[in-house]
Nanobody, 122 residues
Framework: QVQLVESGGGEVQPGGSLRLSCGVS????????LAWYRQAPGKGRELVAS??????????NYADSVKGRFTISRDDAKNMVYLQMNSLKPEDTALYYC?????????????WGQGTQVTVSS
């Protein structure tokens, strides 16, 4: 129904930057919230950052571990969600997932991307 496709992952040195992109096959106005999650090996999936859909005037939200370093944003005209990651640390290494909670007339639905790997090492 809705497809989320991540790109932009890769390997980077500590202190470096990456920008993840998520292409969404639905209008940003149909989403309650869009977000990035990540999961490191042997650990649970954690919320990294979230942003309201285009219908909402709410604020962005960040995990304490990334606040001040990561920035989530939308391009509503292109149906894109981005995660700008600066000052990357080895502990940021994880599989990053794009997430969307879509609000429709008949309910709310959750969608996940396939994930993109981010590796931070010297």
């Amino acid at each position: 129904q809705v497809q989320l496709v991540e790109s932009g992952g890769g390997e980077v040195q500590p202190g470096g930057s990456l920008r993840l992109s998520c292409g969404v096959s639905a209008s940003m106005f149909s989403f309650n919230i869009l977000a990035w999650y990540r999961q490191a090996p042997g650990k649970g999936r954690e919320l990294v950052a979230s942003i309201p859909g285009a219908h909402s005037s709410g604020d962005t939200n960040y995990a304490d571990s990334v606040k001040g370093r990561f920035t989530i944003s939308r391009d509503d005209a292109k149906n894109m969600v981005y995660l700008q990651m600066n000052s990357l640390k080895p502990e940021d290494t994880a599989l990053y997932y794009c997430f969307g909670n879509q609000r429709l007339w008949n309910g709310e639905y959750n969608y996940w991307g396939q994930g993109t790997q981010v590796t931070v090492s010297s």
